[in-house]
């Protein structure tokens, strides 16, 4: 019986017929069980035979059946090794590296800049208070000023911000009094109709220094230095008056033209100059609305549009490109810097 097993258990290869065949031979109404089936007949020395037998055959065939199985396992243990092996030599998986977008490039570059001059970055809400954008920057409602930005309200006190200059009035009125050197990049919106030069929605930098004895030479000097950092080591700046309600006197700032260096051409309409942004020294009106003492602490502002000087920086000649995604147009700024 032992050896007829034997031969049956080298043709069995997976746990289900091995499951069965076990099943034959040791189960209740199994071929070993059957043989004590004429037990009652036997005299006691016979009985006591046959139970020997019987158990030997059990434990036999038990052990045989026990050794199947650790086979059958460590063959499935083999099996799923091959098909789990890695070729190292197959192609790996491509994966397509994306670029930084041109206008957070360059407002990286200008929070490095003004990092490494000691300012810190500031930040504000999208959606902003009439009061932080218009009122404790000097435009009460009904000023003329506030035409230019006309713009996204939500309700009549609440609005998407039009500037970032808004985060200038948050920062005075958290600092109390205390000297300021701050920047702001962020999200603006306007109800401009979008051309090659205009969105409804573009991004600003704000720049805010308060302190003792801050003046117009400290402004130049800031601003000289982002045109640099920006635009190139060779670029020269210009001041011209101009007017923002916050600022007292208040300045456009130029930035000598990034194609002809200042010759004349048509990108900066044979003038040599392009303006980049607007500045100025913090109306002390403003300071008083914002809990500052103008006699003792003031200090200048400027606010710069980002796709501006990024379009001028890579010449890029619609604005457009910034937010149709693309790749065409964004793979081109894989090596920039
Ligand atoms: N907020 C102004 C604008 O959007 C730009 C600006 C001008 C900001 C002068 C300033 C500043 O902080 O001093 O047109």
């Not at 069965?20 to 005299?43: D, H, V």
């Not at 985060?167 to 109709?193: F, N, S, W």
Request: charged content about 25%; aromatic content about 8%.
């Amino acid at each position: 019986m032992i050896e007829e097993l034997k031969i049956k258990l080298q043709e069995i290869n997976n746990l289900n017929d091995l499951n069965q065949l076990k099943a034959n031979y040791l189960g209740k109404k199994g071929l070993i069980s059957a043989k004590m089936a004429n037990m009652k007949n036997l005299t006691p020395e016979e009985k006591k035979n046959l139970g020997q037998e019987v158990n030997r055959l059990k434990q036999e065939a038990e052990a045989l059946f026990n050794e199947k199985e650790k086979e059958i396992h460590q063959a499935l243990v083999v099996e799923q090794l091959k098909k789990e092996t890695i070729d190292v030599t197959m192609p790996g998986y491509k994966f397509n590296l994306g670029t930084i977008h041109p206008l957070n490039q360059t407002i990286i570059d200008l929070e490095n800049l003004f990092v490494g001059l000691g300012y810190e970055i500031a930040e504000g809400p999208e959606i902003e208070t009439d009061e932080y954008c218009f009122e404790k920057l000097n435009l009460p409602k009904g000023h003329p000023a506030r035409d230019m930005q006309d713009t996204f309200y939500i309700n009549p006190e609440l609005l998407l911000r039009s500037q970032t200059s808004p985060v200038q009035v948050r920062t005075m009125l958290a600092k109390e009094g205390k000297p300021i050197q701050i920047i702001c990049p962020g999200k603006t919106y306007r109800r401009d109709a979008d051309d090659a030069t205009h969105s409804h929605q573009f991004m600003q930098c704000e720049g805010l220094v308060l302190g003792k004895n801050i003046t117009m030479a400290d402004l130049k000097g800031a601003l000289l230095d982002m045109a640099k950092k920006i635009l190139g080591d060779d670029r020269k700046i210009r001041l011209r008056p101009s007017y923002f309600p916050f600022t007292e006197p208040s300045v456009e700032v130029d930035v000598s033209c990034v194609k002809c260096g200042g010759k004349g051409c048509s990108m900066c309409k044979n003038s040599g100059w392009i303006e980049i942004l607007g500045a100025g020294m913090v109306n002390h009106h403003v300071l008083e609305m914002c809990g500052y003492d103008p006699n003792e602490i003031q200090g200048f502002a400027f606010g710069v549009g980002i796709e501006r000087i990024t379009m001028l920086k890579y010449g890029i000649e619609d604005i457009r490109n910034f937010y149709s995604n693309d790749l065409r147009f964004l793979k081109q700024f894989k090596e920039a810097k």
